[in-house]
């Protein structure tokens, strides 16, 4: 009696599946990554002569506005809010101190924190100095 015929089917389809989870790995993805901050005003360790009359963060992703805080703190705890402005560049939080004011002279941070179009929350500081005039 011969020997059954092997089934060619067999032997391909682990052969198949891989090739398919292959194919799938190489699919463009969607981008999650996080907001990070890309340049600022006041950049990070910068000593200014007065206080800054606006601040600047160029994210490397679109951010949601409405959801994001500014926040300066200064010497000894010192807190001063800064209400950011509502609408602008997809990837630019930026808010005016107008009037300037009046920051004691010392070592400042500024406080950030966005939510990012890809749903995560991110945040951190950017130091600067006051110079005492």
């Known amino acids: 009696m011969p020997a059954p015929l092997a089934c060619p089917r067999r032997r391909l389809l682990p052969g198949l599946g891989a090739l398919s989870l292959l194919a799938l790995s190489l699919l463009p993805r969607a981008a999650a990554a996080h907001a990070v901050v890309v340049t600022s005003d006041p950049a990070a360790g910068a000593s200014l002569p007065a206080p800054p009359r606006q601040v600047t963060l160029r994210f490397n992703s679109r951010i949601d506005h409405v959801r994001s805080r500014l926040l300066l703190v200064g010497p000894e705890g010192a807190q001063v809010p800064l209400e950011p402005a509502p609408e602008g560049e997809p990837t630019v939080l930026e808010a005016r101190l107008d009037p300037a004011p009046a920051l004691a002279p010392g070592a400042w941070r500024l ?3 966005v939510l990012a179009v890809d749903g995560h929350i991110t945040r951190g500081d950017i ?4 110079q005492a005039r």
Do not use: D
């Not at 130091?127 to 006051?130: A, D, E, G, I």
């Open 111 to 113: 406080r950030w924190q």
């Open 127 to 130: 130091p600067f100095t006051l």
